[in-house]
C-alpha cells in the first residue's frame, strides 16, 4: 500500500516514478505471458497439478490458450515422437513474435528413456526450436516448473526492445 | 468349455486345419490352426452355440524369425470359457484372413499388427498404419529392423 497511497498524493510523496520505458515494457511482458499448452505425456499430468490450486500457476500471469496466435510462449510437456514433431513445428511457426519455448522434462530435453533405442522419438526438442528454458525432471516436480517460469520472466526481463540490431552489434 | 473340449469340436468340423492344441499350465492353452481357414474357424467360434466367443480381448502380431504369427484372446461372456488361438505365417508372405468383420474390435489391432510387425490382414476395409507416420517405412518391432538415419531431415539416432 505504500507506493499507492504515495501516488495518491503528487505534492507530498512525489507522485513521480523514474524509470526506462523499456524497463517498463518488459515488466509488463515478463508478468502477462499466455502459453500454449503442448501436453505430449506424462509431464502434461505433473503440468495439471502446476496449474490447479494448491501451486496456482496462474500467479505468473500465464493463462493457457488454445491458439497458437494468441500465445506468447509454447510449453513442450512431453515426448516429442517425430510425428508430432512437424506438428509443433508448424505450430511454433503460427505463434506471434516475440515468441519463447520451454521444454519440459527429460523426454522433450534430450529424448529421456528413449535416447539411444527410441526410434519414433526426437532427441530433445531444441532440434527443431529454439529453447529458452529447459525443466529437468521427469517429470519434474511443480517447485521446477515455478523456477521454469521465473526464468523465463528474469529472461523477458532483460531483453532489449528499442535499438535491439545496434545494440545486439549486428549492423 | 475346457481347451482340449474346444479343441476336439474344432477338429470333427475343420479336421486338418487345426493344427494341435498345446497345454501348458499355468498359461493359457492355446490351438494352433492354419491361417488359410482363420476366417471360417472365428466365424464358427462366434457363432455356434457351444462356442459363443463373443469378445475378442486382445489382437497381437509375432516375430518369430522365420514366420509372423497373429494370437487371438477370446472369450465368452455367456458360457465364461475362455480360448488362445494362433495362427503363423511366412515372413515373405504374411496373408492372413481379417477377422474384422466378425468382431469390430480387431478393427484398429489389426491395423497396429499391420503398422508395427507387417501382418498383411487380407479383407481389412481400411488397413492403413495407425500409430506411426503414414509415410513410415519399414515395421519396427520386427527382430531385423533396423531405424532409419533420417525422417524428414531430423536425426534419428
Known amino acids: 500500500m505504500g507506493l499507492l497511497n504515495k501516488l495518491d498524493d503528487p505534492y507530498d510523496g512525489g507522485g513521480i516514478i523514474l524509470g526506462k520505458v523499456e524497463e517498463l515494457l518488459n515488466w509488463g511482458r515478463s508478468k502477462s505471458d499466455w502459453y500454449l499448452h503442448f501436453g505430449l505425456a506424462c509431464c502434461a499430468i505433473e503440468f495439471m497439478a502446476m496449474n490447479a490450486s494448491h501451486f496456482d500457476f496462474m500467479r505468473f500471469g500465464t493463462i493457457p490458450r488454445t491458439s497458437p496466435r494468441q500465445a506468447d510462449f509454447i510449453m513442450v510437456t512431453g515426448t516429442v515422437t517425430f510425428k508430432m514433431a512437424d506438428r509443433i513445428k508448424v505450430l511454433y511457426e503460427q505463434m506471434a513474435e516475440p515468441k519463447y519455448v520451454i521444454s519440459v522434462g527429460s523426454c522433450s530435453n534430450c529424448g529421456g528413456p528413449y535416447w539411444e533405442h527410441g526410434y519414433h522419438v526426437l532427441k530433445g526438442v531444441d532440434k527443431i526450436i529454439p529453447v529458452d528454458v529447459y525443466i529437468p525432471g521427469c517429470p519434474p516436480r511443480p517447485e ?5 517460469m521465473m526464468k523465463l520472466q528474469e529472461k523477458i526481463s532483460h531483453q532489449a526492445i528499442f535499438n535491439k540490431r545496434k545494440r545486439l552489434g549486428i549492423e | 468349455m475346457l481347451p482340449n473340449e474346444i479343441f476336439e469340436k474344432l477338429r470333427s468340423v475343420y479336421s486338418d486345419q487345426i493344427i494341435e492344441l498345446i497345454e501348458n499350465h499355468p498359461s ?5 490352426v492354419n491361417a488359410s481357414a482363420l476366417f471360417e474357424i472365428c466365424h464358427s467360434l462366434r457363432d455356434e452355440a457351444f462356442f459363443m466367443f463373443d469378445y475378442l480381448m486382445s489382437l497381437t502380431g509375432m516375430d518369430l524369425g522365420e514366420n509372423l504369427g497373429v494370437v487371438y484372446h477370446l472369450y465368452s461372456m455367456q458360457l465364461k470359457h475362455k480360448i488362445v488361438i494362433k495362427a503363423f505365417v511366412p515372413k515373405e ?3 492372413v484372413p481379417s477377422v474384422e468383420r466378425i468382431w469390430r474390435t480387431a ?3 489389426e491395423r497396429e499388427a499391420y503398422d508395427l510387425i507387417g501382418v ?3 479383407g481389412h476395409h481400411n488397413l492403413i498404419r495407425i500409430l506411426l507416420p503414414y509415410d513410415w517405412e519399414g515395421y519396427p518391432l520386427r527382430k531385423d529392423y533396423t531405424a532409419p538415419e533420417m525422417y524428414h531431415g531430423m536425426k534419428v539416432s
Open chain 2, 93 to 95: 508372405q504374411p496373408k
Open chain 2, 28 to 32: 493359457d492353452s492355446f490351438i494352433t
Open chain 2, 107 to 109: 478393427d484398429w489391432h
Open chain 1, 144 to 148: 521446477a516448473f515455478e523456477e521454469g
Open chain 2, 120 to 122: 498383411n490382414f487380407e
